[in-house]
């Protein structure tokens, strides 16, 4: 399994790996909010440590500056309690925070003491402390006053009910409180802070000497929770049940539509391959001709991929562009849904340019819900049909040109047999012409010339005709040594005067010393006759220079015979097409002349070729051996 899969599968866990860290980030918000809150609530009881501490202080001091006071008033008086409780300072004193008032003399013993008693504060252990003040050069008022009520008296109410306030000596024991349950372990361990107190507290009157060691301790009552609140707790486990029961419903259903989409995957897969595979090709076309869809076999018959065919609008790239006017009409009919049901012919065009022959059905286009959205197209491919459909029509003509061909035999052969006694005749009177004027003394050699040719011409046709009459009795070829340049200056010969008619300048250029070739004359004779024919007729669509060169040269074990000319050449056909049986460029031909010619060639063991000219115009060629004896196959009609 790939990473990617295992994350696409994973993917459910996202949302409880999202209230995971969610609830991660939640409870460190809290926990973050309960340190500072806690170090706001530390901050908050030092300041209040030393607030108190200062207040006390400044309580001792006050008390110190009334018994100061109190000390002077007494200096020169006798010493006794009446004159000690009379003194305003005294009950003020009691009133306020003194438990006694005690005036020792020089000795240190007690001469008067006034006593109060505070009602309201729990003397523990009799512990108390001392404030003292000379009387005079020979006295000491000594104040004894209780812990206890100067952290009732000298702490605020709001901080009383906020800390625990206790004094306690360097052995960490409790000195006063300002609760009744000092014990500072009840509760578990809670923020306290401890102050050292500095100033007048005296804990012997005698000795002279303060409490260093005592300090002022303030401890929460109610401190913030350390730990992240049940509440939250509560929350968090009731919101991760949650989520995780959440994200298995998500993962059933992801896994419902998983299946879901590998079926439809599955079925659109047997779809395409199915649609892919047909032979028919298919399109889907919107109201307005724009292509939705199409398959495989609509894209080769058109020879363009879907990606450049879908989203078109007509005029289509597959319409050629000598039909546009009528498929667009046509087209406009279709979709309108007057498209025949039968179906109907239309001629494509494949990106390569060749044309494609169609049967096209059209029928409605319709959604799922029964609605329809345009035309679906169903399209065969009848190329081949209508191929097969024209050579069969084609064979027929064959057939019937070759019946025409067969009785054109007969009667040539007929022509043949009863032209030879003609010919024979005429060569006879012209004999027996020459003859009688040589008898009578003639000398008139414009007379004699024009018989002695008219005999010549007269075997000449005999020869002729007794060839075609054995070409058409299917027989061999006569292979005789013969002088090809003497066949080609002959049938040039020949067709020197029409050439000069046409216009057309024909001009030999033979190579010299050509060796004899083993031929029949009459039949190369035709040959190069049928080859300059046609070039005088490719000429007629020129109007002026007409050319025609014929020449000779050896090439190997060959001798090479061209006949070329400037007329328009072959125009992009090959020599196998020209040579076809019935093949003809001219709208008289039969297409009978180069097969005969290419025929007779190969009889002799050539090539007959032909290609176009460089500077204009077609060159046909044939090739004969020079010495090899030629076993060639019968030449047939």
């Avoid at 020599?575 to 005969?596: D, H, N, R, W």
Wanted: hydrophobic share 45%; net charge neutral.
């Amino acid at each position: 399994m790939t990473w990617r899969e295992f994350l696409h599968r994973s993917l459910w866990l996202a949302p409880l790996g999202l209230s995971l860290v969610f609830v991660l980030g939640v409870l460190g918000w809290v926990r973050a909010n309960e340190a500072e809150e806690q170090e706001q609530q530390r901050q908050t009881l030092i300041s209040d440590a030393l607030s108190t501490e200062a207040q006390l202080r400044d309580r001792i001091a006050e008390e110190q500056a009334h018994l100061r006071v109190l000390a002077q008033a007494l200096a020169g008086v006798v010493p006794s309690e009446a004159a000690l409780a009379a003194h305003p300072e005294t009950a003020n004193g009691l009133r306020r925070l003194w438990q006694s008032v005690t005036w020792l003399d020089g000795r240190f013993r007690v001469v008067a003491e006034v006593s109060g008693r505070a009602d309201d504060v729990r003397l523990e252990d009799g512990l108390s402390l001392h404030l003292t003040a000379p009387v005079g050069t020979d006295g000491t008022l000594v104040v004894r006053y209780p812990p206890a009520l100067l952290l009732k008296r000298g702490v605020p109410w709001w901080l009383a009910r906020k800390y625990d306030v206790q004094l306690v000596d360097s052995a960490d024991q409790v000195i006063a409180s300002s609760t009744e349950s000092p014990l500072r372990a009840a509760q578990g361990p809670r923020p306290s802070y401890r102050v050292s107190l500095t100033g007048p507290l005296r804990a012997s009157p005698l000795a002279q000497e303060a409490l260093t060691d005592a300090a002022l301790e303030l401890t929460l009552r109610d401190p913030a929770p350390t730990a992240i609140r049940p509440l939250a707790w509560v929350l968090v486990a009731g919101f991760l049940p949650l989520i995780a029961v959440a994200s298995w419903l998500l993962r059933r259903q992801m896994r419902q539509v998983q299946r879901a989409e590998v079926a439809g995957r599955t079925e659109a897969a047997w779809r395409r391959a199915m649609e892919d595979s047909a032979l028919v090709a298919l399109r889907a076309r919107d109201f307005d001709g724009r292509l939705l869809y199409v398959n495989r076999t609509f894209c080769e018959l058109v020879g363009l991929p879907a990606e450049q065919l879908v989203g078109l609008l007509p005029p289509m790239p597959y319409w050629p562009p000598d039909s546009l006017d009528e498929l667009t009409e046509r087209n406009r009919r279709n979709l309108a849904g007057q498209a025949p049901r039968e179906g109907f012919e239309a001629r494509w065009q494949h990106s390569s340019g060749r044309s494609v022959d169609v049967m096209v059905f059209e029928s409605p286009l319709v959604d799922a819900g029964g609605r329809q959205i345009g035309w679906m197209g169903s399209i065969i491919d009848i190329t081949e049909r209508k191929r097969l459909e024209e050579r069969e029509r084609r064979q027929i003509e064959t057939l019937a040109h070759n019946a025409r061909l067969t009785m054109l035999g007969e009667v040539a052969s007929t022509l043949a047999h009863e032209l030879n006694q003609p010919l024979t005749a005429i060569a006879s009177y012209g004999a027996g012409l020459s003859n009688s004027l040589e008898k009578l003394g003639v000398q008139d050699e414009l007379v004699r010339g024009a018989l002695q040719r008219l005999g010549q011409q007269a075997a000449h046709a005999g020869r002729i005709v007794a060839r075609i009459r054995e070409f058409l009795t299917r027989r061999e070829p006569r292979h005789e040594a013969c002088d090809l340049h003497e066949v080609i200056t002959a049938a040039v010969e020949l067709l020197k005067r029409d050439c000069q008619r046409r216009g057309v300048t024909l001009t030999l250029s033979l190579a010299s010393g050509v060796p004899s070739v083993l031929a029949d004359a009459v039949l190369i004779e035709q040959v190069v006759i049928n080859l300059v024919r046609n070039a005088a007729d490719a000429l007629q669509a020129r109007e002026q220079g007409r050319r025609i060169t014929v020449s000779s040269r050896v090439a190997g074990e060959f001798v090479r015979v061209d006949v070329q000319d400037n007329g328009p050449g072959l125009q992009g056909q090959r020599v196998e097409q020209l040579c076809a049986a019935f093949y003809s460029t001219k709208a008289e031909g039969m297409g009978m002349g180069l097969a005969i010619c290419r025929s007779i060639v190969e009889a002799h063991q050539g090539v007959l070729d032909a290609s176009d000219v460089a500077s204009g115009g077609a060159l046909f060629s044939f090739s004969l051996p020079l010495s090899r004896e030629p076993h060639g196959e019968p030449l047939h009609a």
